[in-house]
């Protein structure tokens, strides 16, 4: 089964596709991961994205379908895929298709982790963590004793710049901007599965595995094969 997996900060789709990715044997491809590696490692197109991403712009489309087609193609053909981040544009889901139609591995479905923007603002920009011994903390639902400091050491708690209120609504306006032209490219093409994020990680990952079991029994029939 290969299935393209998105949700807005803070709706767990790290964590999700890890859980799944175990699951069902599928490899987890985290766009963020591989595109940090190419960059890192010197490559041609790891450089050319390097040299956008200094000067402060984004990395054009095909660059990164450059480097995410070849770290597909670079699977087994009989393991599932999850794509996590990936393809985040109408153009970048165009080229996917046409290049994993050429590899023959079609995608199955699109499953999308959702929920309320005020929920996701709140678990974001609860997000504390000590920089001493690195335990984290949430300001509603996992708070400290003493307001601040780290119950372990007693350190200064810190936010990350992203997880500050401001900058998580902008991440999310920016990923609704950036992903529902993406959904309504796919929703005449593939099933889309929505799971509703709100619902404690667990809860979701039942849910989620729930569905994902039903269209991967209804792939294996019409493929014979248990991927
Ligand atoms: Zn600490």
């Not at 490899?27 to 040299?51: F, N, Q, T, Y």
Request: contains cysteine; negative net charge; glycine residues 10%.
């Amino acid at each position: 089964m290969r299935i393209v997996l998105m949700g807005p900060p803070g709706a767990g789709k790290g964590t999700q596709a890890k859980r799944l990715a175990e699951t069902f044997g599928m490899v987890h491809l985290s766009s963020g991961d591989i595109l940090r590696a190419e960059r890192s490692s010197g490559s041609e197109p790891g450089r050319k994205m390097k040299s956008y991403m200094d000067a402060g712009e984004l990395v054009p489309d095909e660059i990164v379908v450059a480097i995410m087609a070849e770290a597909i193609s670079a699977q087994p053909a009989e393991k599932g895929l999850i794509l996590d981040g990936f393809p985040r544009t109408v153009p970048q889901a165009e080229a996917l298709d046409v290049q994993l139609s050429a590899l023959a591995r079609p995608l199955d479905a699109v499953l999308v982790i959702d929920a309320p923007d005020e929920l996701l603002v709140e678990r974001v920009a609860g997000r504390w963590s000590c920089p001493q011994c690195g335990r984290v903390y949430h300001s509603r639902y996992l708070a400290p004793v003493r307001a601040g400091h780290c119950d372990t050491c007693g350190a200064e708690l810190i936010q990350r710049p992203d997880d500050a209120e401001a900058v998580v609504r902008e991440r999310l306006d920016a990923y609704h901007r950036q992903t529902a032209p993406v959904i309504e490219y796919y929703r005449s093409r593939r099933p889309i599965i929505q799971a509703d994020g709100s619902a404690g990680p667990d809860e979701v990952t039942r849910l989620v595995t729930e569905a994902l079991a039903a269209r991967g029994a209804a792939w294996q029939g019409k493929h014979g094969r248990g991927d």
